[in-house]
């Protein structure tokens, strides 16, 4: 297999935008993209693309969305599939677009995703968004997946001792980051206080350990090492990338205070990287529940089990500690369109490995591997790259 | 706007939603509930018999939906019930099964509380009320 680098990344900022549709959305990420090129590149030069998106706007565009998209910024001819996983069809799409440079079947390939979620009505929301479970059954039991989040919480909580102050500091944490990102939908700090004492939503989870819905797109352009340096001297190759899936229903798994898709995604990426959790410098991980980023933390290797609140009691993950995540503002600050967040998260790694994080108080300094895990419902598939800044 | 599970795909379930009919695997001895059409715990394709299962079990986890936490269909139930208890319970014959828990207090709820199965009403679809089973403290 040959080494992919990453030489242009865009992104939309995520929040909510009432003028814009699907196309021009990802217009707007593909055009950002196009500028981070160092070197320029003529968009004709992509041979292939894969864009991940669950429902593109609560699935008034059920077929070809992917061709639709590009048709709108003038590639109609480029091969387009879409891409879906639920919350996990960015990280697929990147996946996808990664492995179709690697084995040779073309140097140039695309991976974005989109969503479009602002423009609907919360019932149709909450119907879209409940329905990426096992839904014969999870669903009928009357939970959306706050409510299947909020079991695996319970679970944990139960456990390891995992306190609800523990759970409200990953929110904390998270907005504190996504105030310094100009591309976060909250750009706002919270306290503890109001992270604790939020509005009920599944208990142990109120409305602060939730993420939002969000408007958004992101682009990623992919290059076999071969081609790189035609378009940038400084790429960043992703040397590692693994997937995972499991039963979509966590009635159905041994264990649900780990995710098992995303445990593998995990060593299966450090297994080709060749590096070690302790060798990452920061790192994007899907919080679409701030258990969920609990959950993560012994996923990909960054504390034993159960452990994961000490991290946070340490503020080991905040931005100036060991191991910062989601400095971004992550799902939970930054947003979640659900089809882009896969390939926003590599947005961030690239412009972090690279010095561009735009804002200088939020930009880690001297990071040179990054790792990005996105996962799909409640961890029913998950993927995980591993990127290096060469050059 | 609802989960469309129309009467049909409900009807197909109704010996697991009204009585909890596993499938037993004749290879490894255990029960897949729901059943699966490959044995979740070796693979087995084709070796099964219907198993009945007691309907007794325990909480391992549980979370107690309120009204923005739940999904349309049950918004309404959610609105006057202000919220509902749903539980991830574990059965004596180890099967674990997800479904709302009643005749109880929200302070009540606990991991490792003992259960046991009741037939109730789940919700409406296309007017017809959709029976199956729900979770209430064990009676002793």
């Known amino acids: 297999m040959r080494r992919v680098a990453i030489v242009g990344a865009g992104q939309t900022p995520y929040g909510e935008f009432p003028t814009l549709g699907v196309k021009e959305l990802f217009a707007w990420a593909f055009k950002d993209m196009l500028h981070s ?3 320029g590149i003529d968009p004709r030069e992509i041979q292939l693309a894969y864009i991940g998106s669950l429902s593109a706007g609560s699935g008034f565009q059920l077929g070809q969305l992917a061709a639709l998209l590009m048709g709108h910024v003038g590639l109609p001819h480029v091969p387009a599939i879409r891409v879906e996983n639920a919350c996990a069809s960015g990280g697929f799409a990147l996946y996808s677009a990664i492995c179709a440079v690697a084995s040779g079947k073309c140097d140039i390939a695309l991976a974005g995703g989109i969503e479009k979620m602002r423009d609907v009505s919360s019932t149709k929301t909450k119907y879209w968004l409940g329905i990426s479970g096992d839904t014969e059954f999870e669903r009928l039991a009357g939970l959306t997946f706050a409510g299947i989040y909020a079991l695996v919480a319970s679970r944990y909580m139960h456990e390891f001792g995992l306190t609800r102050e523990q759970l409200a500091k990953v929110a904390v944490k998270n907005h504190r980051h996504g105030a310094m990102n100009p591309k976060a939908q909250f750009r706002r700090e919270i306290t503890l206080e109001m992270a604790v004492a939020g509005a009920p939503v599944a208990y142990p989870l109120n409305i602060w350990d939730c993420c939002p819905t969000t408007d958004g797109a992101a682009v990623v352009l992919l290059c076999s090492e071969e081609r790189a340096r035609e378009f940038t001297d400084h790429p960043v190759y992703i040397i590692g990338y693994g997937a995972g899936t499991d039963y979509l229903a966590v009635q159905d798994r041994d264990c649900i ?11 299966e990426a450090y297994k080709q990287a060749g590096v070690k959790p302790e060798d990452i410098d920061f790192a994007e991980v899907h919080d679409c529940f701030t258990i969920a980023e609990v959950v993560a933390y012994y996923d990909l290797g960054f504390c034993e089990k159960g452990e994961a609140g000490r991290l946070l009691d340490e503020e080991a993950t905040s931005l100036g500690g060991r191991i910062p995540v989601n400095v971004s503002g992550g799902l939970k600050s930054k947003g979640h369109p ?15 490995l690279r010095g561009q994080a735009k804002n200088p108080e939020r930009q880690i300094k001297n990071a040179e591997i990054g790792l990005s895990h996105n996962v799909g419902g409640s961890g029913g598939t ?3 790259f591993i990127y290096r800044r060469e050059g | 706007m ?43 394709f084709d070796q099964f018999e219907e198993a009945q299962l007691s309907g007794k079990g325990k909480v391992y986890s549980y979370t107690i939906i309120a009204g923005a936490g739940a999904p349309p269909e049950f918004s309404e139930e959610a609105a006057y019930r202000r919220f509902y208890p ?52 064990k009676k002793d």
């Open chain 1, 37 to 39: 090129v160092d070197k």
């Open chain 1, 257 to 267: 205070t780990s995710f098992k898709a995303a445990r593998m995604a995990a060593q």
């Open chain 1, 338 to 352: 659900i089809g882009a967040t896969g390939c926003g998260q590599a947005y961030e790694v690239f412009n972090q």
């Open chain 1, 382 to 384: 998950a993927t995980v």
């Open chain 2, 2 to 44: 609802g989960a469309h599970i129309s009467i049909p795909m409900y009807q197909r379930a109704v010996k697991q939603r009204y009585r909890l009919v596993g499938l037993k695997c004749l290879k490894c001895g255990k029960i897949n509930f729901p059943p699966k059409a490959g044995c979740k715990y070796c693979g087995n």
């Open chain 2, 86 to 137: 749903v539980v991830l319970v574990e059965l004596d014959e180890g099967p674990r099964i997800v479904a709302q828990l009643v005749d109880v207090e929200k302070d009540q709820v606990e991991i490792g509380m003992p259960v046991e199965l009741v037939i109730r009403r789940i919700y409406t679809e296309e007017d017809v009320i959709r029976y199956g089973y729900k979770f209430r403290p």
